[in-house]
């Protein structure tokens, strides 16, 4: 078994996912991307491997313990020791809460969520066995304020933020490092582009995220001494209101 270190992404899209993905091969990392349709993930690939980085693509349901369990065994026994795992799912699908249906409302909560803890759950346990790692979780302006029409979404990070600070306080004294991230505005994405284009005007003026830019604050969590692990970070464009 190759024994170059692991850096896996729940939830690799085309855009912040996929930008981890990639920084984490820049500094010698296998990375390891998973999405539903793997078939999805073959541009990412390509992009890690010309660059010279090593990238392995899954089809995984993050919701679904067989598929977590599964997932995390065949990296650790194929490929190498998970040393970050970031769960960067997003599930942001915006509905009055007059018009949600329980059926929807709980998809939210199992995508942003409960996916979260099976996989952090598996990740952990080979973490704390080895006395390290790092735990990664996305965040969004939903984690720490409800807004009307995201009732759900704000629901479910709100508990994926409740985990990751129980995860912090069990995990952080054998060794693992648990962090949430509040993305905190709009990224550089096609969804974006296509429907908030005033919105995404303003990257001329450095008014909304670049995926890279919160790539490169993801590698700097992962590499922080233990004696001053940050455990929450807020990154948000500098004309961003909060």
Request: charged share 20%; glycine share 10%.
């Amino acid at each position: 078994m190759s024994q170059q270190p692991v850096a896996l992404v729940i939830g690799a899209g085309d855009a912040t996912g996929g930008a981890i993905a990639r920084r984490f091969a820049v500094g010698g990392y296998a990375a390891c991307v998973t999405r539903r349709d793997a078939d999805k993930l073959a541009p990412l690939k390509s992009a890690i491997e010309a660059a010279g980085g090593v990238c392995h693509v899954f089809g995984s349901d993050a919701r679904k313990e067989e598929d977590v369990v599964a997932l995390i065994e065949r990296i650790e026994q194929g490929i190498g020791p998970i040393e970050v795992m970031v769960f960067n799912i997003g599930a942001n699908v915006p509905c009055s809460v007059l018009e949600e249906t329980a059926r929807k409302y709980f998809k939210i909560w199992e995508m942003a969520c409960f996916g979260g803890f099976l996989n952090a759950r598996e990740v952990a346990k080979r973490m704390v066995a080895r006395g390290r790692g790092t735990l990664i979780f996305t965040g969004a302006t939903a984690s720490v304020r409800g807004g009307a029409g995201f009732a759900a979404f704000a629901g479910a990070k709100h508990a994926l933020r409740a985990l990751a600070q129980s995860m912090a306080r069990e995990l952080g004294p054998q060794g693992v490092h648990v962090v949430h991230v509040i993305i905190d505005g709009a990224i550089d994405t096609a969804f974006i582009r296509d429907n908030f284009p005033e919105r995404y005007a303003l990257k001329e003026q450095d008014g909304i995220l670049q995926p890279d830019s919160i790539a490169d604050a993801y590698w700097m969590l992962h590499q922080q001494p233990r004696d001053a692990w940050t455990h929450e970070l807020d990154l948000r464009p500098y004309m961003e209101t909060f």
